[in-house]
Structures are given as structure tokens and as C-alpha cells.
């Protein structure tokens, strides 16, 4: 299943599909526990974020969208005690800070022949939009209950999604309208700057960012804007690791 869907994913030689490439040519390698897992800056500043500091409460969960584990690993990989929790019967052990993978996870060691596959380790795939509207239409259904009760606790900081799908705006407005007081942070791109200063162009682009703060808001979420996605999104995560819990 992992080889027939990343197979057959148009990735633009990303970085997944040049890491699944190496997989599969190193399944059978001498060392089954070795996994070279990618580097970047984004990897990086996401682990130092997410790393335990002493008098801060820190990061307290993660949902991630993803059906990759990668993120998980190199929070192994580098002391962060990690689980991955794909079902609401799976247990959560103290110590260990929980990602939970809302549409299912193909995990790496076990694409990759390290680790036998067992049962139960895959969770509930949506693929299609069908699948997808039908998840998020259950309000008592695990993903669902999961991100309300996250959100209804701990302030969010979204990372690499685009914040228009309505499931999960509808999500989080309903959460917000429940506990005003918490708020949730989305990281954004802004659109490409005017070419040659067209003031005309500045004026419509800061308008239009305007009515999608003043839209986010509505539902409880402020907006951190950035230039570069690639280059801008690493160095803001080492700051905000950085600032003290208020």
C-alpha cells in the first residue's frame, strides 16, 4: 500500500519523495535499526521547539495532517520522548509528548523494512474528499473529539497549512465560541510582493490581508505572516521557542 500511494504521488522531488526513493533502495540494508531520516532547518527549529525546557510548560501536543511519521523520528532520534497515537485506544505514556495523526500515518520504519508491521499501526486513512467531509461531519468521532478537547485546553500554533479548509475552520470556531479566552496562531505566506513597488499592488495585497486577519479573528485566530515560507518559517519557530509560557 505505502509503495503503490508514494508511488504514485506527483511530489516535484521533494524532500519525502527523495527520502522514499532512498528507502526503498535500502530496504535490505545490514542494519536494520539504521533510518537516515532528512535534514532541515524546519526540522530542526520544530525538535528545538517541541524539546522539554525546565520551568516551561512547552509544547504540549501535536496534531499533525500528515500520513509521514518523519517528524516523530527525529524527535526520537534527538531525546524527544515521542508517541504516535492514532486511535482513541491507544494509550499515552507519561513523559511522552503525544502526536496524533488525525488521517492515519504510514509509519517510516516499517516502509522501509526496519520494523515488522503490526496491526492497528496505520489508524483511519482519508484519502478521498468524501472520506474527509465524512470524518469531520461526526462531532463524537475520535480525530474530531481529539482536536476540540486540544484546542478547548492549550493556545495552537499552526505550521504549513493553508487555514481555508472549512472542516477545520468549523472546528475552531466552535471551540473558540466555547473558550473565548484561548487562542490559536497560524503561521501564513504572504503573496508575492508587487514587482517594481506598484503601490496599486501593495494597497490590494495589505487590504487583503487585512480582511483575512479580521476573518481568522472571528474564529480565534491571529495571523503571523512571513515573506518565505522555506526561509523565514525556521528561524521564527527558534524564537518563539525562546519566549517565556504566558
Known amino acids: 500500500m505505502a509503495t ?65 511519521d518523519i517528524l516523530e523520528e527525529r524527535l526520537r532520534r534527538d531525546d524527544v520522548p515521542c508517541v504516535t497515537v492514532l486511535s ?19 509509519p517510516v520504519r516499517e516502509f522501509a523494512g526496519k520494523v515488522p508491521p503490526k496491526q492497528g499501526s496505520a489508524g483511519n486513512f482519508v484519502f478521498s474528499e468524501d472520506e474527509y467531509h465524512l470524518q469531520y461531519a461526526d462531532p463524537y468521532r475520535w480525530s474530531n473529539v481529539t482536536q476540540i478537547s486540544l484546542l478547548g485546553r492549550h493556545k495552537g500554533l499552526f505550521i504549513g497549512l493553508s487555514m481555508q479548509d472549512p472542516n477545520l475552520r468549523r472546528l475552531i470556531d466552535v471551540t473558540h465560541q466555547q473558550y473565548p479566552e484561548i487562542w490559536n496562531y497560524a503561521i501564513l505566506p504572504r503573496s508575492d510582493k508587487p514587482q517594481n513597488d506598484n503601490v496599486r499592488a501593495t494597497i490590494l495585497r495589505n487590504l487583503a490581508e487585512d480582511v483575512d486577519e479580521t476573518s481568522f479573528e472571528r474564529i480565534g485566530v491571529k495571523v503571523i505572516w512571513v515573506d518565505d515560507i522555506t526561509a523565514d518559517v525556521a528561524p521564527l519557530l527558534s524564537k518563539i521557542a525562546q519566549l517565556p509560557d504566558d
Do not use: C
Open 88 to 106: 482513541g485506544r491507544d494509550r499515552l505514556t507519561r513523559g511522552k509528548l503525544p502526536s496524533y495523526h488525525v488521517h492515519g500515518v504510514l
Open 4 to 68: 503503490h500511494l508514494y508511488g504514485r504521488l506527483s511530489l516535484g522531488g521533494g524532500f519525502i519523495e527523495k527520502l522514499f526513493t532512498s528507502l526503498l533502495s535500502r530496504r535490505r540494508a545490514a542494519n536494520k535499526d539504521e533510518l537516515k531520516l532528512p535534514e532541515s532547518p524546519l526540522l530542526d527549529a520544530l525538535v528545538a521547539l517541541t524539546r522539554p525546557q525546565r520551568g516551561m510548560a512547552g509544547v504540549q501536543a501535536i496534531v499533525n495532517y500528515n500520513f509521514d
